[in-house]
């Protein structure tokens, strides 16, 4: 028997940012006021006597400069404290000295808890502004996670692969289950893929 793929464990904080469909900034600031908990997972870093890896909890208080609301945000931080999962305790990080370097996109949120701060305030029962046939679908929300996708990992090498990436964001964000089939995403994405391409002038 086909198993089924677990659901999705973390969300990184642009992909809320599309779900709901506000600013990064804002998710955020939500966590710094301590409203949601941001994980990441880290290579190996002394802290003092002792040395921390694998997903940890950081404070995003201090990186808020990635998400300037206004003008240009950092592209990187420094991971300067972490807080080792079910612990209590802010850790130093002592090794690099200057800090673990760290990007937005790093930044995490884990799925059970932001599930359950969906729930309470009813986010995903609030009305889209999609209308018609293409409602069923969250083409805004993949337009949003795409153009971060685009300016973070380039283009993909072939149309194929772009369309097979799109595919995948709908198998893991789709709210009803339901997944535009192939030929329904290659006929929204075409006219992308040509301006990528430089095939149609932009415009």
């Known amino acids: 028997m086909v198993m089924p793929l677990p ?3 973390f969300y990184s904080i642009y992909e809320i940012s599309a779900r709901w469909g506000c600013p990064a900034a804002d998710i ?3 966590a ?3 409203h949601l908990q941001v994980l990441a997972g880290i290579p190996p870093v002394s802290c003092g006597a002792e040395s921390i890896a694998g997903m940890v909890e950081v404070p995003i208080a201090e990186l808020m400069p990635m ?3 206004f003008g240009p945000s950092d592209e990187q ?3 300067k404290r972490v807080k080792p999962l079910g612990s209590a305790t802010w850790l130093n990080v002592t090794e690099p000295p200057d800090g673990l370097p760290i990007r937005s996109s790093d930044l995490l949120l884990a799925a059970g808890p932001l599930q359950q701060f969906e729930e309470e305030r009813e986010l995903l029962r609030r009305p889209t ?4 046939a293409n409602a069923r679908y969250d083409w805004e929300s993949m337009y949003a996670w795409l153009t971060w996708y685009l300016f973070e990992k380039g283009v993909p090498t072939t149309q194929s692969a772009l369309i097979a990436l799109v595919q995948d ?3 893991q964000n789709s709210r ?5 089939d192939e030929s329904t995403i290659r006929k929204r994405l075409t006219p992308l893929w040509r301006k990528l391409r430089g095939e149609e002038p932009v415009g």
């Open 32 to 34: 710094a006021a301590g």
């Open 28 to 30: 955020a600031g939500w």
């Open 176 to 180: 009803t289950g339901e997944v535009p």
């Open 77 to 79: 931080g420094r991971l």
């Open 7 to 9: 659901p999705v464990a």
């Open 169 to 171: 964001w709908f198998v």
């Open 67 to 69: 998400f300037r609301r």
């Open 129 to 132: 502004n999609n209308m018609g």
